[in-house]
């Protein structure tokens, strides 16, 4: 419960501090548990998608019939105590099925029409915004998600040094923001209050959104904006591109 406690004031005071608006990956039971932190992000404007509802009941093994109902509740629960149609999702423990995205796509348009269900995090396969095939035909989207930069990971599983992840941080922002320069990139930093707020580990965050922030030409958005500016501008291009470079491949072999 630290993060509950210290670490997501902690975290939001330093977000507050260089203007983030967070991309809350929220585990909705948290909607009822702790409904005084769903109000701090709500009066700060942060975007909430979907985590399930814990974190610790995964996909695996549920049928459509019971993922479907999972994800119903879980955007329901948003959209009840916030107001938001859940527009991004990443399964409990990133524990998604070959069913999950389209049905994620299919109950955010029941739900909320065009608005709801545009996005997963759960692919992390590239560095930019593609396009996703979902059953129904929506046009639907992969952002990147980078378990590199996963403070769980860096600490936990990696045991990296504070000073070296705000190296890896910053060195990570310096290659996207180098090849941005010719087409669009998205860097996501996915962190938990339990981990990056901890006293002795909140300088190395705050160090590398100095430097980011610093860029005058850096877009700091939330999932939701990113996906819906994408869909505008990029999805038919990018779509349109692939299914020609399938078909030339096609045909070559």
């Given at each position: 419960d630290y993060g509950n406690?210290?670490?997501?004031?902690?975290?939001?005071?330093?977000?507050?501090?260089?203007?983030?608006?967070?991309?809350?990956?929220?585990?909705?039971?948290?909607?009822?548990?702790h409904p005084e932190i769903i109000q701090m992000c709500r009066e700060r404007d942060w975007e909430f998608f979907s985590h399930g509802i814990y974190n610790t009941r995964y996909t695996y093994g549920l049928s459509e019939a019971q993922e479907r109902a999972m994800i119903r509740d879980s955007m329901e629960t948003?959209?009840?105590?916030?107001?938001?149609?859940?527009?991004?999702?990443?399964?409990?423990?990133?524990s998604h099925s070959e069913h999950t995205l389209d049905l994620f796509a299919e109950v955010g348009?029941?739900?909320?029409?065009?608005?709801?269900?545009?996005?997963t995090c759960d692919?992390?396969?590239?560095?930019?915004?593609?396009?996703?095939?979902?059953r129904s035909g929506k046009r639907f989207i992969s952002l990147p998600y980078s378990l590199e930069m996963n403070d769980t990971i860096v600490y936990a599983v990696n045991?990296?040094?504070?000073?070296?992840?705000?190296?890896?941080?910053?060195r990570h922002f310096d290659?996207?923001?180098?090849?941005?320069?010719?087409?669009g990139t998205v860097m996501c930093i996915p962190t938990h209050?339990?981990?990056?707020?901890?006293?002795?580990?909140?300088?190395?965050?705050?160090?590398?959104l100095e430097y980011i922030t610093g860029h005058s030409d850096v877009w700091v958005a939330t999932g939701r904006e990113i996906a819906e500016y994408y869909r505008a501008h990029y999805h038919d291009a990018a779509l349109a591109s692939m299914q020609a470079q399938a078909a030339t491949a096609t045909g070559e072999s």
């Open positions: 406690r210290v670490g997501h004031q902690r975290q939001m005071a330093l977000l507050d501090k260089y203007g983030v608006r967070g991309s809350v990956s929220l585990s909705t039971a948290l909607c009822e548990h948003i959209h009840r105590h916030t107001g938001q149609a859940c527009a991004g999702y990443l399964a409990p423990a990133l348009e029941e739900l909320f029409g065009e608005r709801g269900g545009l996005y692919l992390f396969h590239d560095d930019q915004p593609t396009p996703v095939r979902v045991k990296v040094e504070p000073r070296q992840y705000a190296i890896m941080l910053k290659r996207l923001y180098q090849e941005g320069a010719e087409s209050n339990y981990q990056v707020s901890c006293p002795h580990r909140i300088k190395a965050f705050e160090e590398a």
